[in-house]
């Protein structure tokens, strides 16, 4: 999440990211999803974004899945602790990103539904009889889409599946 916050700031694209950091686009999808980085890869983007290596290697919402990213981190925190340039991405901040990814998303599922209907309309397909329920069906999907995507009505997000969680276990997560 800190990567995509920072890629925000700056106005830049994923491709963009990747280039200046010598990484795949699919290395900073990852990251941005939430994936741990290697150490060079963080030490990368650190050097692009102008922040600590910490920064993208102290990630509390991934899994423990890089154990040495963990005792690298701590050396370079002990030689490096004089710089504080260590962003953090607040609940807010996260709530609103993924509030416009889910916005971005659903206006791209517009776009497809509208290149499909104008090339069947071009092409003539319009024609075969079950088409028309087919595009019935896509719209309202289209529909569910936008209602969950403008937060309509309280769809199973992350606090509907926390109280779940809750709820099973008997105590608080």
């Known amino acids: 999440m800190i990567l995509r916050k920072l890629r925000l700031q700056h106005g830049w694209s994923q491709e963009q990211v990747a280039e200046l950091t ?7 999808q990852r990251i941005e999803r939430g994936g741990v980085p290697s150490l060079e890869s963080a030490k990368s983007l650190a050097a692009v974004f102008e ?20 005792q690298q981190t701590t050396q370079i925190e002990d030689t490096d602790k004089s710089q504080n340039n260590n962003p953090k991405v607040s609940k807010d901040e996260k709530a609103a990103i993924n509030y416009v990814k889910g916005i971005k ?33 896509w719209l309202a999907g289209l529909v569910v ?28 997560l």
């Not at 010598?22 to 900073?28: A, E, F, K, P």
């Not at 509208?114 to 087919?134: C, D, E, M, N, Y």
């Not at 926390?162 to 099973?168: H, R, S, T």
Request: charged residues 20%; proline residues 3%; contains cysteine.
């Open 105 to 137: 998303e659903f206006y791209g599922h517009v776009f497809m539904f509208v290149v499909f209907i104008i090339a069947f309309l071009v092409t003539g397909k319009f024609s075969h009889p079950q088409l028309p329920w087919l595009c019935l069906g």
């Open 51 to 70: 922040v600590d290596v910490t920064t993208f290697l102290n990630n509390p919402g991934a899994t423990d899945m890089n154990k040495e990213n963990t």
């Open 145 to 172: 889409h936008g209602l969950v995507a403008f937060e309509v009505f309280g769809s199973f997000g992350t606090n509907w599946e926390k109280k779940q969680i809750e709820k099973k276990l008997g105590r608080k």
């Open 22 to 28: 010598d990484l795949s686009v699919r290395t900073i």
